[in-house]
Nanobody, 121 residues
Framework: QVQLVESGGGLVQVGGSLRLSCVAS????????MAWYRQAPGKQREFVAF???????RYADSVKGRFTISRDNAKNTVYLQMNSLKPGDTAVYYC???????????????WGQGTQVTVSS
C-alpha cells in the first residue's frame, strides 16, 4: 500500500557531494517522521538522520555538520544532502518513514530498497 523509493546514490570522490531522494507513494493519510539509515558491508544498519513532521532534525555524530536532511511535504519526499564525503560513508542508504494509513487508521514504519553510495579514496 505504501512504497518508498530512493534515488541519487552513486560513486563519488572523497570530499565530494551527493543528494539522495526518497519518494513515498501509495494510499496514505499522512507521513509522520522521515529518516535515513545506512548499512556498510559486514556491519549493522545505523541511524544517519531524522526529520519530524514539524521539521525538527537530528543527526548521527558521524555526519553532523556534513549532512543535511530536509523534506518536501507536497511531494512526499525526503532528501539527504551529503557533503564532504569520506570513505567511511560508503554504505547502502535506506529511507525510513512513519506513515499513517486509513480504514482503519494506523501508523507503521516503512523502508525503501536502498541506494548504494560509494566514496573512493
Amino acid at each position: 500500500q505504501v512504497q518508498l523509493v530512493e534515488s541519487g546514490g552513486g560513486l563519488v570522490q572523497v570530499g565530494g557531494s551527493l543528494r539522495l531522494s526518497c519518494v513515498a507513494s501509495g494510499s496514505f493519510f499522512s507521513i509522520n517522521y522521515m529518516a535515513w539509515y545506512r548499512q556498510a558491508p559486514g556491519k549493522q544498519r545505523e541511524f544517519v538522520a531524522f526529520i519530524s513532521s514539524s521539521s525538527a532534525t537530528r543527526y548521527a555524530d558521524s555526519v553532523k555538520g556534513r549532512f543535511t536532511i530536509s523534506r518536501d511535504n507536497a511531494k512526499n519526499t525526503v532528501y539527504l544532502q551529503m557533503n564532504s564525503l569520506k570513505p567511511g560513508d560508503t554504505a547502502v542508504y535506506y529511507c525510513n518513514a512513519g506513515v499513517t494509513t486509513m480504514s482503519p487508521s494506523r501508523t507503521d514504519a516503512y523502508w525503501g530498497q536502498g541506494t548504494q553510495v560509494t566514496v573512493s579514496s
